[in-house]
């Protein structure tokens, strides 16, 4: 009797054992694949920044403050000194805006920390509000404005208020976190959710 339950107990730890390795395996993919993505989001964050530190840093070279040059019918560059937030809101809250500022980025940080389905779109995306955020930190911090330049025509004598490279980015990575959240099936999920609950 003895003998057989010894003879169960090898297949029995043996199974233990794979089983083991394959979580391990599992849990080490797992973590590679974070690791990878969390340097792409460090990397686009990074270029998004560089970018952006640059152009300002021509603008300011080559055009004085106001001066504009034509790039086509359209499009032209402008050097503006923005001491407000979007579109010109809290003028001359120099320090308002930075609090604000430093608060998005720990907010983006925490919901990179805690977002359940994380995907090389989201990330590329909360890579771009990131670095954008950050190289108006940069801007505000430094000089007390942000340095816009790109100066748009939609028709007529109607200009789009003038914005920069960070702007873009910010503006690219919420569309873009939009649709990857629609293509993963969040907010499907979110729907048969509280759809569920209703009923």
Do not use: C
């Not at 050097?79 to 937030?85: E, K």
């Not at 980015?169 to 990857?180: H, K, P």
């Not at 959240?181 to 499907?188: N, P, R």
């Amino acid at each position: 009797m003895q003998k057989g339950q010894d003879n169960e107990s090898p297949s029995k730890l043996e199974t233990s054992k794979i089983a083991g390795f394959a979580s391990e395996d599992k849990s080490r993919v797992s973590s590679d694949r974070q690791r990878r993505r969390l340097g792409l989001f460090l990397i686009v964050a990074a270029l998004v920044v560089t970018f952006d530190q640059l152009s300002k840093l021509w603008i300011r070279a080559h055009l004085a403050l106001g001066e504009s040059l034509p790039i086509t019918g359209r499009l032209s560059l402008i050097y503006i000194r923005n001491t407000g937030s979007a579109f010109g809101l809290l003028a001359n809250q120099t320090f308002l805006i930075i609090i604000i500022g430093i608060a998005s980025l720990l907010i983006v940080l925490l919901f990179l920390r805690y977002l359940s389905q994380v995907t090389t779109l989201s990330m590329t995306s909360i890579g771009l509000i990131w670095g954008g955020a950050v190289g108006n930190l940069i801007d505000r911090l430094h000089f007390g404005y942000v340095i816009d330049f790109i100066y748009f025509r939609l028709w007529g004598n109607f200009h789009w208020p003038a914005f920069n490279i960070a702007d873009t980015a910010i503006t690219i990575g919420v569309f873009v976190l939009i649709y990857s959240f629609h293509k993963s099936g969040v907010f499907s999920k979110e729907y048969e959710h509280n759809h569920g609950a209703q009923n």
